[in-house]
């Protein structure tokens, strides 16, 4: 046996630094070996578990179009024709130009839910609109909403009837409202005065309303035969391709400067409000175009990869997977602050993710002639090449999915959570401490030795089963009721209520539609139901359906309206979501923004710069 030559003196320090030594080895096989620190919960309540036979699944889509057909007759009849209904009072309200939104804005629902008397009747509101006046708004017509309740409404009904009249009808709309592509860089302004063809002069412009008439203008190019629609789309793709996004790091910021073609605040992106559907266009515009449109698939690629490894957090406790939006930089975070809030309104993510997960070859890009991580080559992306060689380890395709199931749970608790079951606007999430997914994911991920011994311990601890990437194993739901407030127990949810409405969005239960049909997993088919019992429980009046103004009590006060989107959006994708049979399947059907689904086309370089299509 070697002895150290240590004298007496010196042996309590060695002993000291043998425990520090030894102390240290625990606490770093403590943290190493368990990444998701919430409770592994391998459970469902028995709806999720036990299987549900065919008929019954379609009785439930039964159940959700007879909710169509009570909110749409509740506005056919208190409502009709003005835009929108107020299902308290049971009158109607002019929220969008005054031409019968909620009629447009129904259409397509109407025809999959095969109502042929009350789509004949909108028929006839269709007919009448005048697109060249309103009275609102001292007669400006807004670009964004027209287009994606209007515009979607009618092209999504055309092509689903081939009926010429909705075609027509979309031209003179999209041709009233062409005044508002006359600023210097030919972004679209926020609104526009048919009549005098004067467009707003306000400067800032929100990239939601900047990028979301990319899948409308482009299919109706397509239908008319018609160049000058898709001349809008190209100058929108070649501003934003020859945009400077370093400061970003390849993510398009929310707010632009019309008058200079710049970002106002370069350093704030969003996936939630006031950005999210331009972000959602680009993989619908590749999708669209018979995955033609690479410079689409390219932005798609450099946003997902910075949501994925600066926008993702994980909740101290619980494990919660969510997304987040940026405020102001720092000089110690000249990326961005993250807010930690989690909007309702980014709950479309999971689904997009699920639907890129599903129909782009993630893992061999180069087959479609893509090089993953060359997107942050040259000057535009100068410094961004290393977020795609942190993701080169990974299995992107999988990663994707995950991130889409970790976040749709979250949005799911949002919900399971409240006392009404339904989720509210918004939350903030606790930080104490924030956990970058990146960074947890990374960690997950077996790259150097020493972390190949933690992998092979957790094999043996788990009987070879590796465990789930942080933030997606399933997790129980946390009620909190004012009554356990009031007591004092503690809110174990990890986050706090901020915006406490439920507005009837669709997000949340688009996102589990996306996800049952790409992933075939029958726990997004049973929370929808849950949520669709929440809306009939909570929402339902002899009118129609209200909007909530707190989820934290059942029942709650009520708001006096019916957003259009409800049955665009929210009731068609719960009754997809409840259909046996697939009438919109994802490889032929892309749905847009308001969730109007518009058919897949092939299209060539050639036609795509115009050739074949009239002036
Ligand atoms: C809808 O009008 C659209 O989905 C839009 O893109 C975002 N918000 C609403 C629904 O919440």
Not at 55 to 62: D, F, K, Q, S
Not at 525 to 553: C, D, H, P, Q, S
Request: charge should be negative.
């Amino acid at each position: 046996m070697i002895s150290l030559p240590l004298s007496p003196r010196h042996r309590p320090a060695l002993r000291i630094l043998v425990y520090a030594g030894l102390a240290s080895l625990v606490l770093w096989l403590l943290l190493h070996l368990s990444f998701d620190k919430s409770t592994p919960w391998t459970g469902f309540p028995d709806a999720e578990r036990s299987p549900i036979p065919s008929e019954e699944w379609e009785t439930r889509a039964e159940r959700v179009k007879e909710a169509f057909l009570h909110a749409y007759h509740g506005y056919e009849k208190y409502a009709m024709p003005k835009d929108e209904l107020r299902p308290v009072s049971n009158k109607g309200m002019n929220s969008y130009n005054g031409w019968g939104v909620t009629v447009f804005d129904s259409l397509d629902t109407m025809l999959l839910m095969e109502l042929k008397e009350e789509y004949t009747r909108a028929l006839e509101v269709v007919k009448a609109a005048n697109f060249t006046m309103t009275r609102q708004n001292r007669g400006f017509v807004p670009f964004f909403e027209t287009t994606i309740r209007y515009l979607g409404g009618l092209l999504s009904a055309y092509a689903l009837t081939n009926d010429t009249l909705l075609l027509r009808r979309a031209e003179e709309l999209a041709d009233a409202l062409d005044p508002v592509f006359e600023t210097p860089h030919g972004l679209p302004a926020f609104s526009v005065n048919p009549i005098s063809g004067e467009y707003d002069k306000n400067d800032v412009g929100i990239l939601a309303e900047l990028g979301s008439f990319q899948v409308e203008y482009t299919y109706l190019a397509k239908a008319s035969g018609k160049k000058k629609y898709y001349d809008r789309v190209k100058n929108l793709n070649d501003f934003f391709h020859r945009t400077n996004l370093t400061v970003s790091r390849g993510m398009l910021p929310t707010r632009w400067n019309l008058q200079t073609g710049l970002p106002r605040d370069p350093n704030k992106v969003s996936v939630g409000a006031q950005a999210d559907s331009t972000h959602e266009y680009f993989l619908k515009q590749y999708l669209l175009t018979g995955k033609t449109d690479k410079r689409n698939l390219e932005s798609y690629l450099r946003t997902t990869t910075y949501i994925l490894t600066n926008l993702l957090y994980l909740t101290p406790r619980r494990g919660l997977l969510y997304v987040t939006d940026t405020t102001f930089p720092t000089y110690d975070d000249p990326a961005g602050v993250p807010s930690h809030t989690f909007e309702h309104l980014s709950c479309f993510l999971p689904g997009l993710l699920a639907l890129g997960a599903h129909t782009l070859p993630l893992n061999n890009l180069e087959g479609v002639g893509l090089d993953y991580t060359s997107l942050g080559d040259g000057p535009l992306y100068n410094g961004t090449s290393q977020l795609y060689k942190a993701l080169k380890d990974f299995d992107l395709k999988q990663l994707h999915l995950w991130a889409a199931e970790g976040i749709a749970q979250t949005c799911w608790l949002t919900y399971a959570d409240q006392p009404c079951g339904l989720g509210p606007e918004e939350v903030l999430m606790l930080t104490e401490p924030a956990r970058h997914w990146d960074a947890a994911a990374k960690k997950w991920v077996p790259q150097s030795r020493s972390y190949l011994w933690t992998d092979a311990m957790r094999k043996w601890k788990k009987g070879g089963a590796r465990g789930p990437i942080p933030g997606v194993s399933p997790k129980r739901p946390a009620p909190w009721t004012e009554e356990d407030r009031a007591a004092g127990k503690p809110n174990e949810r990890d986050y706090h209520v901020w915006k406490a409405g439920y507005l009837l969005r669709p997000e949340t239960v688009e996102s589990f539609y996306l996800l049952w049909r790409t992933t075939g997993d029958v726990k997004w088919r049973t929370r929808g139901w849950a949520i669709f019992e929440a809306v009939e429980r909570e929402t339902r009046t002899n009118g129609g359906y209200v909007t909530l103004k707190n989820v934290a009590t059942s029942p709650t006060m009520k708001g006096d309206s019916m957003p259009s989107f409800f049955l665009a959006e929210t009731l068609k994708y719960l009754y997809l979501l409840f259909k046996e049979d697939d009438p919109l399947p994802l490889d032929r059907w892309v749905f847009s923004t308001e969730a109007h689904a518009v058919p897949v086309f092939e299209w060539t370089d050639e036609e795509r710069e115009g050739e074949g299509l009239i002036e």
